[in-house]
Nanobody, 117 residues
Framework: QVQLVESGGGLVQAGGSLRLSCAAS?????MGWFRQAPGKEREFVAS????????AYADSVKGRFTVSSDNAKNTIYLQMSNLKPEDTAVYYC?????????????WGQGTQVTVSI
C-alpha cells in the first residue's frame, strides 16, 4: 500500500501561481494529478512517469501547468501558472502501482485550490 500526501494548495488571485506537492511513501509506476470542482466530476489534469519521458496534460491546462518530479524524494509537483477562476477545485494526487499499471489505485486526501477574480 502506497500513501500519498499532498500539500501546497491555497487561495490565489487570477493570473497568479501555486505549486502543489505530492510525496509517495513507496515506488509507483506513474503519478498524476486530478481535480474536482463543486458539482462536477473528477477530471484528469496531468501525469508523468518517473523517467520524465511520458508526460500528459489535459488540454485545459497545457501551457500553464507543469508536472515535475524529484525521484530521490518520491515526490511530484504541479506548478500552476496563469491561474483562472475555473481552475478552482480540490486537487488530488494519484498513483498507478507496478502491479496494475493501467489503474489509478492510490489517491491522496486532496488539497483545495481557490482562484479569485
Amino acid at each position: 500500500q502506497v500513501q500519498l500526501v499532498e500539500s501546497g494548495g491555497g487561495l490565489v488571485q487570477a493570473g497568479g501561481s501555486l505549486r502543489l506537492s505530492c510525496a509517495a511513501s513507496g515506488r509507483t509506476f506513474r503519478m498524476g494529478w486530478f481535480r474536482q470542482a463543486p458539482g462536477k466530476e473528477r477530471e484528469f489534469v496531468a501525469s508523468r512517469d518517473w523517467s520524465g519521458i511520458n508526460i500528459a496534460y489535459a488540454d485545459s491546462v497545457k501551457g500553464r501547468f507543469t508536472v515535475s518530479s524529484d525521484n530521490a524524494k518520491n515526490t511530484i509537483y504541479l506548478q500552476m501558472s496563469n491561474l483562472k477562476p475555473e481552475d478552482t477545485a480540490v486537487y488530488y494526487c494519484a498513483a498507478r502501482p507496478y502491479s496494475i499499471p493501467s489503474r489509478w489505485d492510490y489517491w491522496g486526501q486532496g488539497t483545495q485550490v481557490t482562484v479569485s477574480i
